[in-house]
Protein backbone atom coordinates (compact mmCIF):
# COMPACT_ATOMS: atom_id res chain seq x y z
CA UNK A 1 0.00 0.00 0.00
CA UNK A 2 1.16 3.01 -1.20
CA UNK A 3 1.52 5.80 1.84
CA UNK A 4 2.75 9.60 1.72
CA UNK A 5 2.70 10.73 5.52
CA UNK A 6 3.09 14.68 6.17
CA UNK A 7 3.84 15.68 9.71
CA UNK A 8 5.59 18.84 11.30
CA UNK A 9 2.72 21.72 10.12
CA UNK A 10 1.41 23.88 13.04
CA UNK A 11 1.21 27.15 14.43
CA UNK A 12 4.00 30.21 14.06
CA UNK A 13 3.67 33.53 14.11
CA UNK A 14 5.22 35.62 11.55
CA UNK A 15 9.25 35.30 11.03
CA UNK A 16 9.05 31.46 12.28
CA UNK A 17 9.87 28.60 10.75
CA UNK A 18 8.82 24.89 10.53
CA UNK A 19 10.06 21.83 8.94
CA UNK A 20 7.79 19.84 7.32
CA UNK A 21 8.52 15.80 6.91
CA UNK A 22 7.07 13.56 4.22
CA UNK A 23 7.69 9.62 4.99
CA UNK A 24 6.93 7.57 1.76
CA UNK A 25 6.21 3.62 1.47
CA UNK A 26 4.97 1.70 -0.70
CA UNK A 27 6.65 2.35 -3.49
CA UNK A 28 10.77 2.59 -4.61
CA UNK A 29 11.45 6.12 -3.68
CA UNK A 30 14.50 6.66 -5.62
CA UNK A 31 12.65 6.25 -8.89
CA UNK A 32 10.16 9.11 -8.02
CA UNK A 33 10.23 12.90 -7.20
CA UNK A 34 8.58 13.75 -4.14
CA UNK A 35 6.95 17.50 -4.04
CA UNK A 36 5.28 19.98 -1.90
CA UNK A 37 2.40 21.53 -2.86
CA UNK A 38 -0.25 23.87 -1.11
CA UNK A 39 -3.73 25.05 -1.53
CA UNK A 40 -4.89 27.58 1.00
CA UNK A 41 -8.63 27.74 1.29
CA UNK A 42 -10.40 29.46 -1.38
CA UNK A 43 -7.38 29.14 -3.88
CA UNK A 44 -6.44 26.60 -6.02
CA UNK A 45 -3.58 24.19 -5.19
CA UNK A 46 0.25 25.13 -6.10
CA UNK A 47 3.43 23.48 -6.62
CA UNK A 48 5.60 24.51 -3.75
CA UNK A 49 8.70 22.72 -4.38
CA UNK A 50 10.42 19.60 -5.73
CA UNK A 51 12.79 16.80 -5.55
CA UNK A 52 13.84 14.51 -7.77
CA UNK A 53 15.39 11.23 -6.04
CA UNK A 54 16.44 10.12 -9.84
CA UNK A 55 19.08 13.00 -9.88
CA UNK A 56 18.36 15.03 -6.83
CA UNK A 57 18.00 18.26 -8.80
CA UNK A 58 15.07 20.14 -7.19
CA UNK A 59 13.04 23.01 -7.94
CA UNK A 60 11.35 25.88 -6.16
CA UNK A 61 8.72 28.24 -6.64
CA UNK A 62 9.79 31.48 -7.88
CA UNK A 63 7.93 32.93 -4.68
CA UNK A 64 9.52 31.20 -2.09
CA UNK A 65 13.42 30.80 -3.81
CA UNK A 66 15.46 31.77 -0.59
CA UNK A 67 12.97 31.32 1.93
CA UNK A 68 12.12 27.16 1.33
CA UNK A 69 14.80 24.25 1.29
CA UNK A 70 13.51 21.09 0.23
CA UNK A 71 15.62 17.67 1.33
CA UNK A 72 15.94 13.97 0.79
CA UNK A 73 16.73 11.58 3.04
CA UNK A 74 16.99 7.91 0.89
CA UNK A 75 17.58 5.96 3.31
CA UNK A 76 14.67 6.85 5.64
CA UNK A 77 12.49 7.81 2.51
CA UNK A 78 11.75 11.09 3.78
CA UNK A 79 11.47 14.26 2.36
CA UNK A 80 11.71 17.30 4.27
CA UNK A 81 10.34 20.74 3.75
CA UNK A 82 12.38 23.62 5.67
CA UNK A 83 10.51 26.81 5.88
CA UNK A 84 12.12 30.19 7.30
CA UNK A 85 10.94 34.12 7.28
CA UNK A 86 7.31 32.52 7.72
CA UNK A 87 4.44 34.64 6.29
CA UNK A 88 0.93 34.72 6.70
CA UNK A 89 0.68 34.07 3.49
CA UNK A 90 2.32 31.14 3.49
CA UNK A 91 -0.63 29.54 5.77
CA UNK A 92 -2.61 26.71 3.90
CA UNK A 93 -2.58 22.82 3.53
CA UNK A 94 0.52 21.62 2.85
CA UNK A 95 0.71 18.30 0.52
CA UNK A 96 3.22 15.70 0.06
CA UNK A 97 3.31 14.13 -3.83
CA UNK A 98 5.07 11.66 -5.67
CA UNK A 99 5.50 11.88 -9.33
CA UNK A 100 7.39 9.26 -11.27
CA UNK A 101 10.85 9.86 -12.70
CA UNK A 102 10.46 13.52 -12.70
CA UNK A 103 9.49 16.65 -10.99
CA UNK A 104 6.14 18.16 -12.65
CA UNK A 105 4.54 21.49 -11.63
CA UNK A 106 0.99 20.14 -12.03
CA UNK A 107 -1.25 18.94 -9.37
CA UNK A 108 -2.88 17.24 -11.76
CA UNK A 109 0.06 14.89 -12.91
CA UNK A 110 0.66 13.21 -9.44
CA UNK A 111 0.57 9.85 -8.68
CA UNK A 112 0.17 9.77 -5.24
CA UNK A 113 -0.60 12.42 -2.56
CA UNK A 114 -0.73 12.50 1.19
CA UNK A 115 -3.45 14.07 3.24
CA UNK A 116 -2.18 17.15 4.47
CA UNK A 117 -0.59 18.88 7.42
CA UNK A 118 -2.21 22.38 8.26
CA UNK A 119 0.81 25.37 8.47
CA UNK A 120 -0.89 28.62 9.82
CA UNK A 121 1.14 31.92 9.95
CA UNK A 122 -0.39 34.52 12.54
CA UNK A 123 0.61 37.95 12.12
Known amino acids: EVQLVESGGGLVQTGGSLRLSCAASGFTFDDYAIGWFRQAPGKEREAVSCINNVDGSTNYADSLKGRFTISSDNAKNTVYLQMNSLKPEDTAVYYC????????????????WGQGTQVTVSS
Open 97 to 112: AATFNICLGSATMVDY
